[in-house]
């Protein structure tokens, strides 16, 4: 199947600084890819959705400036969590899809702010 | 009301057993998807459906639109089939084609 990576798997960050995360589509042109946070034993919350080229639709309660998504290419979305606070320590997860298809998604980011 | 309903939450089996994870929904749907979540995070996803069955390996996999509810069955079971299985659908009509996501199925399975 597809490959969808995302990097980093986990990271550690100071408060106040901002963490950028990486989500590619290897193998395919992804034309939407969406953000989810996942908190512990709960299942994935959509963050937003992001079209190649146009800005990013958030979903309702979800600050678009503090979680900023770029989707460059049909191959690359980033959400960069800006002046990161613990209360955004989260697990984060992108999919990637190229139309009404499967869902890949990536490995997820384990996130830390101390 | 949540728009899809897994059961059970929680499954413990012995090695060998045959699984069934169920799921319903409420809305109409274009498809339905089942993922596998390890416990380090990552998903994979195992089956899109849209009508009928699908078989891979030891998983199987159902739907019945009519009754909006699928299946997911996994036939014997190995402890490395231990995860949480999640069942998602993409509503049918408009623009909208986000996933709705039920809460999962934790699955043990002891050796």
């Known amino acids: 199947g597809a490959v969808v990576s995302q990097h980093p798997s986990r990271v550690i960050c100071k408060s106040g600084t901002s963490v950028k995360i990486e989500c590619r589509s290897l193998?395919?042109?992804?034309?939407?890819m969406f953000w989810y946070r996942q908190f512990p034993k709960q299942s994935l919350m959509l963050m937003a959705t992001?079209?190649?080229?146009?800005?990013?639709?958030?979903e309702q309660g979800v600050e678009k400036d503090k979680f900023l998504i770029n989707h460059a290419s049909l191959t690359l979305s980033t959400l960069t969590v800006t002046s990161a606070h613990p209360e955004d320590s989260s697990f984060y997860i992108c999919?990637?899809?190229?139309?009404?298809?499967?869902?890949?998604f990536g490995q997820g980011t384990r996130l830390t702010v101390v | 009301k949540n728009e899809v309903e897994q059961s059970p939450q929680n499954l413990t089996a012995q090695e060998g057993e045959f699984i069934t994870i169920n799921c319903s929904y409420s809305?109409?749907?274009?498809?339905l998807h089942w993922l596998q979540q390890h416990p380090g995070g990552g998903i994979v996803s195992l089956f899109m459906?849209?009508?009928g069955k699908k078989k891979h390996g030891r998983l199987i996999a159902t739907i019945n639109i009519q009754e909006k509810h699928s299946s997911l069955h996994i036939t014997a079971s190995h402890p490395r089939d231990s995860a949480v299985y999640i069942c998602?659908?993409?509503?049918?009509?408009?623009?909208?084609?986000?996933?709705?996501f039920g809460k999962g199925t934790l699955l043990t399975v002891n050796p």
């Open positions: 999919s990637a899809e190229g139309g009404y298809t499967e869902a890949f």
């Open positions: 193998d395919f042109q992804a034309t939407t």
């Open positions: 992001s079209n190649e080229g146009s800005k990013a639709t958030y």
């Open positions: 809305v109409g749907i274009s498809a």
């Open positions: 459906l849209s009508s």
């Open positions: 998602a659908v993409r509503s049918s009509g408009g623009s909208n084609y986000k996933l709705t």
